[in-house]
């Protein structure tokens, strides 16, 4: 039995010092996003694929960074899997009359070849085809 406690205690403290690194990872990224604002007719746009492991990671990215952008784009593939985060501020939901689910559904899941959804503004997909993820960033940008 002590043996088994062991790995299980191993176990949780390998978890702890991945979670911590994903941690710093996304603090990374999300600085480098923050210098790569670009301005599209009056909208502050990010877009980029990136080197992430899971759709979670995007969510939080598109959350931390809607105060810098009113649209955010972020993509990546997971082992040959692509997974898309958008985000939108209330204001491009209002204005521009975008949901993020309607631009999943009607833009990115034909290119990824997948389904996904979620709230006006943060909606996420995942699909089959990961090897165009530069036009989900292109498609979206064309919107605005």
Sequence with gaps: ??????????????????????????????????????????????????????????????????????VIVLTTNSNGKATVAIGLSDEVVNTKKLEAPQLIKEHITPIIKGGGGGQKTLATAGGQDASNLHLVITAIKKLL
Excluded at 30 to 52: R, Y
């Design 1 to 70: 039995m002590k043996f088994i406690d062991g790995i299980i205690v191993e176990n949780k403290e390998q978890k702890k010092k991945i979670e911590s690194l994903e941690t710093k990872q996304l603090a990374i990224i999300k600085n480098e996003l923050a210098a790569k604002v670009e301005t599209i007719n009056g909208t502050k746009f990010i877009g980029a694929v990136l080197d992430i492991n899971n759709g979670d990671g995007l969510k939080k990215l598109c959350v931390d960074l809607k105060t810098l952008a009113d």
